[in-house]
């Protein structure tokens, strides 16, 4: 099983920044892509950033140029810089990671439980 345990959200007047972390733990699981999704109240869950294992990045339109998605792959951790923050970023934020389990290879995917990123005018 893959355990993944998010933090650094809370709240932040607009034009601020805040910093998510996702350490994840497992045992036989090479992780491939890790992202952020969020997703804000009445609406559906979108992707915010994806890093590859290689550290190719993408950014939905919305925060392009404001978010920094990063990895530690040593640490089993990604992270999300966000800056210029602004109320519509309000939302609970999910990590993701996906990957192969064990000696099958069996491709899994995994969330957090999310972490609430308010954002006040």
Known sequence: ????????????????????????????FRFNTMAWYRQAP????????VISSGGTTNYGDS???RFTISRDNTKNTVYLQMSSLKPEDTAVYYCYVNGLWGIARVPRNFWGSGTQVT???
Not at 1 to 28: I, Y
Not at 42 to 49: C, D, E, F, N, S
């Open 42 to 49: 009445g609406k559906q869950r979108v992707l915010v950033a």
């Open 119 to 121: 954002v006040s005018a």
């Open 63 to 65: 925060v392009q140029g």
């Open 1 to 28: 099983q893959v355990q993944l345990v998010e933090s650094g959200g809370g709240l932040v007047q607009a034009g601020g920044s805040l910093r998510l972390s996702c350490a994840a733990s497992a045992s036989s």
